[in-house]
């Protein structure tokens, strides 16, 4: 069974920082694309960012470029997310999902192109 689990969440002042954890399993890890997506209170869930470990490919939103950095470790089947600098704006539930096309150039942060996904964790950031 696929299983996603994001965590890290938490409060922090505007200009913080955290850095989120997806951990998973179920799944060969170096298969599958993993990317993190964000959903504030009535608004539609965005990508946000995304790494494949097959192929080395990144993706990010234009509105964490230079902000946020991903990265995955391997050995523990896990993605992080970097979250530097952040805005009022970043306040969200983060989710992390997996596609099943190994390749962020292609699946980027487009919700349809991805496959299984966890439950999120919130982040709020106070100005």
């Known amino acids: 069974e696929v299983q996603l689990q994001a965590s890290g969440g938490g409060l922090v002042q505007a200009g913080g920082y955290l850095r989120l954890s997806c951990a998973a399993s179920?799944?060969?890890?170096?298969?599958?694309?993993i990317g993190w997506f964000h959903q504030a209170p009535g608004k539609e869930r965005e990508g946000v960012s995304c790494?494949?470990?097959?192929?080395?490919?990144?993706y990010y939103a234009g509105s964490v470029k230079g902000r946020f950095t991903i990265s995955s470790d391997n050995a523990k089947n896990t993605v992080y997310l970097q979250m530097n600098s952040l805005k009022p704006e970043d306040t969200a539930d983060y989710l992390c999902?997996?596609?099943?096309?190994?390749?962020?150039?292609?699946?980027?942060?487009?919700?349809?192109?991805?496959?299984?996904w966890g439950q999120g964790t919130l982040v709020t950031v106070s100005s």
């Open positions: 999902a997996a596609a099943t096309y190994p390749n962020c150039t292609v699946v980027q942060g487009t919700l349809q192109n991805y496959d299984y």
């Open positions: 179920g799944f060969t890890f170096d298969d599958y694309a």
């Open positions: 790494i494949s470990s097959s192929d080395g490919s990144t």
